[in-house]
């Protein structure tokens, strides 16, 4: 069977560079036989510490080697047999010719380039054999390389050289025989001599004595009585015993030595003998001692080596620069099979060689001649590369330059097809300058030329020739079977950004039409003119540079990268793309899981970026105590016609009665709000936009929403009557005059009842609608109600008993004209709302604004010791936190204080809810540079226990706020006894106890972190030093080779590398009593109080974030523990969460980081109430009769209005001064607000 060489192959001088450094005794990494990975895909080639810096010589006998001067033929075979002089491996180099036609060297060959052939290898308990076959077609040179054991193995050298074995010779000797004259010890040396002696004895032909008798004296001394204590070795050796004589072995001479395998008994003795030549010279080096054969040269083998692979005399490299290559090319040399004297034309040689043997690699070495050449700057190799670059040939490193360019992970590359690679090109396109577009058709080009795709390297030269060249160029998903029309959609888009396309786009047409032979695209090649363009779908996902499909997009997250389009690509398109996003999605919720509105909450529909303020809110709604206090919130507002302030503090300041009455109108709309969400039948509503801006606004400023109201009534209504005049020809007339509004409090639009009383003093402002709309940066505002639909608690209209038949202009009105520009109170109004409603906001410190404009507004049931105020509000959160301050050991006071949450450190570690809360309680410095300490205790529980885990730090690294994204970790059970205070002697001295541990822990982690934490994530701080070590170890080795190829040495420090590795072991050490010792404290804190578990906390919501400290996406997990689930809070999507693991402890970026950990006592968990639904069905609507006029128009009601409900019905307003609520686009029918009325 005839096998082929594959694969990268090596130059004889780069094989006989890895032969030299090879260890077989060592093993992996295989120098020799393998080759070294392309740089940076792994760790380059090197020999193992600690492997044998081989010097070899040649077995002169075993030897067939090349004739000097004498070129080889296609009948010669050599082969060279030689031994290390320090580990005793013999090896055996044959190369044989006999397939050859023009053997290497040759002038277009000027050296062997190798190619292993792997099957023919062979391993044996004993021996390796690697074989080779030259990739030159003319030469195919087979190299054989074998490696054998040493023959004398260790337990002979044992029986020859232990001193106490031959002192025990010797007694013996003496003991035998005491009158025996000239006995003496032998030394180890005299051992192996003799034994030398005897082996060369046996391999001389010409000797005919070849016994000697057994008790011989000096054979004694070495081998013991009668040579008994060696005979296991001798008889090995072919040694014969019989009758107190031994015989010498006679080896027959060996036939044929280019075919000895190494097995005769001659070849084992003249190895033995040459064995026993190193032992003894390095024997000689070791104890000072005479070396009996050191007239015996030791010649290095190698130059007959290089000359048995023709690799001798190879033209080298001069360098004018310096004296080598750097340690960073060398990897670029290795992969081509070279070394780093090669001269110019043998480095082209080698890497025609690689592209030749390993197509696949050909970008690869590509860059490596690339790498070279720039190194060196010779004109030879940079006129290769120029050529190799004029014959489209790409380097690895252009390819990944061009991956990147698009976007692609480099190692992810040969994932992604020719199409999804088009597809994105062309998505950048668009979003790019002329030279840009021009520097990604480059790239374009490399990708097309390495991945052999045609597609490709046309599009990048824009050729437009075939109809598939036409549809690839159009992109955006465009198929044979697109309909024109969507043809025509997106040459819209390739034409839009960059009129430079237009030309090929004709063409492309024009292709395009000629093989559809469509009237359609003929006539827009004559007309240019098209229907106008819709995003697709897909297009948009291409364009936000989303890679899932919308099914598979997580809705979590989709804020997230809408935000950060548009900061990355701000413009038009990016607005057109998320809005059709925002589209399909809310069509997909239409057939997801569908679930009671009497048994599920509703969602809240996002205000643009109010994320956190829909959490907030949905928690709210969730706390019962809390959502019945809205509901009923006129019960414990403060009477403000009696009251004209109050005493006590909120958030521990005085309250103005602006402020307190900007909390009560708040709370009217959050009431509202409420009751939508108990009644709306539908699966989520959307917050008006007052309660929203209201609360971003402090409450003093309310009134600027009033005035900018109040300022653009006349002017609004002035717009109206003029509006209405445009619309209709005919006046309307009311009461047989034509409509006027005189009154500056109304803006034209229907007034409000006198006895609407519900929604006095609630407005909804035009302020606060613009500002929301500005902030959702172009997305859809509020859905109008559809036909039939009507408000859950819609306003009496009592005045309202019929309408009369009105004639109705037959056609469309013409759109508004355009606005006047807002008055100077409304911009002031608008920056203010803009400026926080834009803002990635923070949910405490939204909540701590909202509860201070809700107990703003209501009575206070009494006050603290510091005045602070307290109502049934604050008492669902209110805890008491003693302040215990300690000096040298003794509490000197304590000190009582109020707070509503408890607020966190920053983690910087992966924690757990009881570590973070321990690092606040535990006994701490009271202050910088004090010597005082003090500690925390809850004194007075709360019912609601709210913990705020902060996540934005500051890093002076890096100059700037970064978000924490360590995992905390929540228990769904919290247990706060480990940090109730002096009522509670037993509890404080196990905290007491746990202050040492936890002290010493941190310590210890703190040491752990040192030792341990390095550059590297696989390896700790030992390893490292150890690493170092080893290679300084290695600096001897590693400086041979260097200098074998003309590289000056590195100049190393033995102290240092043994200090070093005494210092990794004592690190090593250190690191496991560290570890170990943290495991034992840490089993003692948590055994500590495992037995203490009498207040008792249930988790129930949690706040979570996941985005930057910029920017963002919140929702909340909120458990119902009425029906034992917990939901998904997101926006309008009210789901089943099941993914607990998730919850309790979120480890990745899609998991998010909670940020707001709510606790709720677990004799009290009826606190939370998930679910209070009681939906509305909306009323059948009236028959609509058909009234017949010039067209046929539906109305309701055929009834004659009175003159009252005629006012009202045609936007006169003639009663007191009323205003409306609900702006341009109300999400609910206008409620009508009494203005300054005077009845």
């Known amino acids: 069977m005839t096998f082929q060489p594959a694969?990268?192959?090596?130059?004889?001088?780069?094989?006989?560079?890895?032969?030299?450094?090879?260890?077989?005794?060592?093993?992996?990494?295989?120098?020799?036989s393998d080759h070294t990975p392309p740089h940076g895909e792994g760790p380059q080639l090197a020999a193992p510490i600690g492997s044998c810096r081989h010097e070899y010589t040649n077995k002169f006998k075993q030897s067939v080697p090349p004739p000097l001067d004498l070129r080889a033929d296609g009948n010669t075979t050599y082969k060279l047999a030689v031994v290390c002089r320090k580990c005793r491996i013999h090896a055996d180099i044959q190369i044989d010719h006999s397939n050859s036609i023009n053997p290497c060297p040759a002038p277009d060959h000027p050296l062997h380039h190798f190619q292993r052939v792997t099957p023919l290898d062979r391993t044996t308990s004993d021996r390796i054999r690697y074989v080779w076959n030259c990739s030159a077609a003319d030469c195919h040179a087979n190299l054989f390389i074998l490696f054998r054991r040493p023959r004398l193995i260790d337990a002979d050298l044992n029986h020859l050289t232990n001193p106490e074995l031959l002192k025990r010779r010797y007694d013996a000797l003496v003991q035998e025989d005491p009158h025996r004259d000239g006995l003496a010890v032998a030394t180890p040396m005299d051992s192996l001599s003799r034994l030398r002696r005897y082996v060369s004895d046996s391999l001389n032909p010409q000797r005919t004595k070849r016994q000697f008798p057994s008790n011989n004296k000096r054979f004694q001394e070495a081998f013991g009585i009668n040579g008994h204590d060696c005979y296991a070795l001798l008889d090995g050796l072919g040694f014969r015993y019989e009758e107190n004589t031994w015989t010498l072995p006679n080896p027959p001479l060996v036939p044929d030595r280019l075919r000895a395998s190494g097995d005769l008994p001659r070849e084992l003795l003249e190895d033995v003998e040459v064995e026993l030549l190193a032992i003894?010279?390095?024997?000689?080096?070791?104890?000072?001692?005479?070396?009996?054969?050191?007239?015996?040269?030791?010649?290095?083998?190698n130059r007959d080596i290089e000359r048995t692979l023709a690799a001798q005399g190879y033209p080298r490299h001069v360098s004018q620069r310096r004296a080598s290559a750097s340690n960073a090319e060398l990897p670029f040399f290795n992969s081509l099979g070279a070394l780093p004297d090669f001269s110019d034309s043998l480095i082209e040689y080698a890497y025609d060689r690689q592209i030749l043997c390993d197509p696949e690699q050909q970008a690869y070495y590509f860059e490596c001649l690339q790498e070279i050449t720039e190194s060196r700057r010779t004109e030879q190799l940079q006129m290769k590369v120029a050529t190799l670059q004029s014959q489209d040939s790409v380097s690895r490193r252009d390819i990944l330059a061009a991956y990147r360019y698009l976007n692609i992970l480099p190692n992810e590359g040969h994932n992604v097809d020719d199409a999804r690679i088009l597809e994105i090109f062309q998505a950048q396109q668009s979003d790019l300058g002329l030279d840009a577009q021009e520097e990604a058709r480059a790239h374009l080009y490399k990708l097309g030329v390495s991945r052999s795709s045609q597609m490709l390297i046309n599009a990048s030269r824009q050729s437009v020739e075939t109809y598939q060249d036409a549809l690839t160029w159009l992109g955006n998903g465009v198929s044979q079977n697109t309909p024109d029309e969507g043809i025509l959609a997106v040459l819209a888009i390739r034409t839009a950004d960059n009129p430079a396309n237009e030309e090929i786009a004709l063409k492309a047409i024009s292709v395009i039409a000629k093989e559809r032979k469509s009237n359609h695209l003929n006539n827009w090649l004559l007309t240019g003119k098209n229907a106008g363009y819709t995003m697709s779908v897909d297009e948009a996902l291409r364009h936000l540079n989303i890679e899932q499909d919308l099914s598979q997009l997580d809705p979590t997250i989709v804020p997230a990268i809408f935000d950060s389009a548009r900061q990355d690509r701000p413009g038009e398109r990016t607005e057109t793309a998320i809005s059709t996003i925002q589209q399909a999605m809310a069509y997909s919720n239409v057939g997801g899981p569908q679930h009671s509105a009497a048994t599920w909450p509703v969602g809240l529909t996002s205000h643009g970026n109010t994320c956190y303020l829909n959490s907030l809110l949905q928690y709210y709604f969730s706390i019962k105590p809390l959502r019945d206090i809205i509901l009923d919130y006129d019960k414990y507002k403060l009477d403000t016609t009696t009251h004209i302030e109050k005493d006590e503090r909120v958030g521990q300041r005085k309250v103005s009665l602006v402020e307190i009455k900007g909390g009560q109108r708040f709370a009217e709309d959050l009431k509202h709000l409420f009751e939508h969400m108990i009644k709306s039948p539908d699966s989520a509503v959307k917050p008006e936009e007052d309660l929203v801006c209201r609360a971003f606004l402090d409450p003093r400023e309310y009134r600027l929403l009033d005035a900018s109201h109040q300022e653009q009534s006349a002017a609004k209504e002035r717009s109206a009557v003029e509006d209405s005049s445009a619309a209709n020809p005919e006046t309307i007339m009311t009461n047989g005059a034509p409509a006027t509004n005189d009154n500056p409090f109304t803006d034209g639009q229907t007034l409000a009842s006198p006895t609407d009383t519900a929604d006095v003093e609630r407005h909804h402002s035009v302020a606060s609608s613009a500002t929301l709309q500005a902030s959702t940066?172009?997305?859809?505002?509020?859905?109008?109600?559809?036909?039939?639909?009507?408000?859950?608690?819609?306003?009496?209209?009592?005045?309202?008993?019929?309408?009369?038949?009105?004639?109705?202009?037959?056609?469309?009105?013409?759109?508004?004209?355009?606005?006047?520009?807002?008055?100077?109170?409304?911009?002031?109004?608008?920056?203010?709302?803009?400026?926080?409603?834009?803002?990635?906001?923070?949910?405490?410190?939204?909540?701590?604004?909202?509860?201070?404009?809700?107990?703003?507004?209501?009575?206070?049931?009494?006050?603290?010791?510091?005045?602070?105020?307290?109502?049934?509000?604050?008492?669902?959160?209110?805890?008491?936190?003693?302040?215990?301050?300690?000096?040298?050991?003794?509490?000197?006071?304590?000190?009582?204080?109020?707070?509503?949450?408890?607020?966190?450190?920053?983690?910087?570690?992966?924690?757990?809810?009881?570590?973070?809360?321990?690092?606040?309680?535990?006994?701490?410095?009271?202050?910088?540079?004090?010597?005082?300490?003090?500690?925390?205790?809850?004194?007075?529980?709360?019912?609601?226990?709210?913990?705020?885990?902060?996540?934005?730090?500051?890093?002076?690294?890096?100059?700037?706020?970064?978000?924490?994204?360590?995992?905390?970790?929540?228990?769904?059970?919290?247990?706060?006894?480990?940090?109730?205070?002096?009522?509670?002697p037993d509890i404080l001295a196990k905290r007491r106890q746990c202050w040492g541990w936890r002290k010493r822990l941190q310590a210890l982690k703190i040491e752990q972190k040192i030792i341990s934490k390095t550059s590297r994530t696989d390896l700790d701080g030992p390893t490292v030093v150890a690493e170092a070590a080893k290679y300084l170890a290695s600096l001897d080795q590693v400086n041979k080779d260097l200098m074998a190829i003309g590289v000056e040495g590195i100049q190393g420090d033995g102290d240092l590398t043994d200090a070093l590795a005494a210092e990794a072991a004592t690190l090593a050490q250190r690191l496991a009593d560290v570890e170990a010792e943290i495991e034992l404290l840490q089993h003692s804190i948590d055994a500590e109080f495992a037995d203490t578990k009498n207040v008792k906390y249930?988790?129930?919501?949690?706040?979570?974030?996941?985005?930057?400290?910029?920017?963002?996406?919140?929702?909340?997990?909120?458990?119902?523990?009425?029906?034992?689930?917990?939901?998904?809070?997101?926006?309008?999507?009210?789901?089943?969460?099941?993914?607990?693991?998730?919850?309790?402890?979120?480890?990745?970026?899609?998991?998010?980081?909670?940020?707001y950990a709510v606790y709720v006592a677990a004799d009290k968990l009826d606190t939370i109430q998930a679910v209070c639904r009681d939906p509305e069905q909306p009323p059948t609507p009236p028959p609509i009769p058909e009234v017949q006029i010039e067209r046929e128009i539906e109305m309701v009601d055929t009834q004659a209005p009175t003159q009252e409900e005629e006012q009202h019905a045609g936007g006169v307003a003639t009663g007191p001064d009323v205003a409306i609520e609900g702006g341009e686009q109300p999400w609910d029918d206008p409620r009508q607000v009494a203005g300054n009325a005077n009845w």
């Not at 309008?1132 to 979120?1146: G, I, M, S």
């Open 777 to 984: 940066n172009g997305e859809d505002g509020d859905v109008p109600m559809k036909l039939g639909e009507m408000p859950p608690t819609p306003p009496a209209s009592p005045g309202l008993k019929g309408q009369e038949k009105h004639t109705v202009p037959e056609y469309t009105p013409p759109p508004l004209p355009p606005r006047r520009r807002f008055s100077t109170a409304k911009e002031e109004a608008l920056e203010i709302a803009k400026s926080n409603a834009r803002q990635q906001q923070d949910v405490t410190e939204v909540h701590d604004g909202v509860m201070f404009r809700l107990r703003c507004g209501m009575m206070a049931r009494g006050h603290d010791n510091s005045g602070e105020q307290t109502d049934p509000m604050r008492d669902l959160f209110s805890m008491d936190l003693e302040d215990t301050i300690v000096d040298k050991g003794v509490e000197q006071k304590q000190e009582v204080l109020a707070d509503s949450n408890i607020q966190l450190n920053v983690p910087s570690e992966d924690t757990d809810i009881y570590s973070a809360l321990d690092a606040v309680f535990d006994l701490g410095p009271y202050a910088e540079n004090s010597s005082m300490e003090r500690y925390k205790s809850i004194t007075a529980l709360p019912q609601l226990l709210q913990i705020n885990i902060p996540r934005i730090g500051y890093s002076p690294s890096k100059q700037g706020a970064y978000k924490a994204t360590e995992c905390v970790r929540l228990e769904d059970e919290l247990y706060l006894d480990r940090y109730l205070g002096r009522t509670h």
């Open 280 to 301: 003894m010279s390095k024997l000689s080096a070791e104890l000072g001692v005479p070396n009996p054969a050191a007239e015996e040269s030791w010649s290095s083998a």
């Open 1098 to 1155: 249930r988790l129930a919501a949690v706040f979570f974030h996941r985005g930057q400290h910029g920017h963002g996406h919140y929702w909340i997990y909120i458990h119902d523990f009425a029906n034992d689930i917990w939901r998904s809070y997101n926006d309008e999507r009210v789901e089943e969460f099941t993914k607990l693991d998730e919850l309790f402890e979120a480890k990745t970026y899609n998991h998010g980081t909670p940020t």
């Open 7 to 32: 694969g990268p192959g090596k130059t004889a001088p780069k094989l006989l560079h890895d032969f030299l450094s090879f260890d077989p005794i060592r093993g992996k990494p295989n120098v020799l």
